[in-house]
């Protein structure tokens, strides 16, 4: 399962949002800081876990998970598309990461599942990035890349709007724990990969 399949399905369904970017100004580094600001409304809106936060949190992931799609657009249709910047997204991307996964964590009080879902998370990142730096493609492949994580958070807010718990756990509790399991498989998985494309 990986939504980043699709990304030239949602590169054309950027072009009227990358024209409207342009033309208003905007750049490439102020839309990454700006999506970054919708991760910690996020984290803020799970961190109070009533049912209208949940929908709030949805939505600002959802906004999140947009805005840094069209950051990297905006830059390759602009021609600034740079080291620097992609740094600038990769940083804000974890930090984003790391604040939503901790927003849902501490909204249930489930710490121990907020461990073992944000060190899975960024070990799927860090495995993703690490190939290029040795000579490799980029990986965004896996059982659950970033795309998919954003899309069951805002999935998983939506849903506990509605349905409170499942088997006597919040459906948070439940994201968490598919984050700390898939998490760190998926990292393995691109381990996997990356160490027989180098053997």
Do not use: K
């Not at 399949?5 to 990358?18: E, G, H, I, K, S």
């Not at 997204?89 to 790391?98: I, M, P, T």
């Amino acid at each position: 399962m990986t939504l980043d399949t699709y990304r030239d399905l949602a590169n054309r369904l950027l072009r009227p949002w990358v024209r409207a970017a342009v033309a208003v100004g905007a750049t490439p580094d102020v839309i990454s800081v700006v999506a970054f600001v919708f991760a910690v409304g996020a984290a803020a809106a799970f961190y109070g876990a009533t049912p209208l936060l949940y929908a709030v949190g949805a939505l600002c992931v959802v906004v999140n998970g947009w805005l840094d799609l069209l950051d990297g657009a905006v830059a390759r249709e602009l021609g600034t598309d740079s080291v620097a910047g992609d740094l600038l997204d990769h940083v804000l991307d974890r930090y984003a990461d790391v604040v939503i996964v901790a927003g849902l964590a501490a909204g249930i009080g489930r710490y121990d599942l907020g461990l073992a879902a944000v060190t899975g998370v960024l070990l799927t990142s860090y495995l993703g990035t690490q190939a290029q730096a040795v000579g490799l493609d980029r990986v965004y492949g896996g059982l659950l890349g970033r795309a998919d994580r954003l899309a069951l958070v805002g999935i998983t807010g939506g849903l506990s709007v509605f349905i409170p718990a499942v088997g006597g756990f919040s459906l948070a509790a439940w994201l968490l724990a598919l984050f700390a399991v898939v998490g760190h498989l998926t990292a393995i998985q691109r381990f996997v990969s990356a160490w027989r494309q180098l053997s």
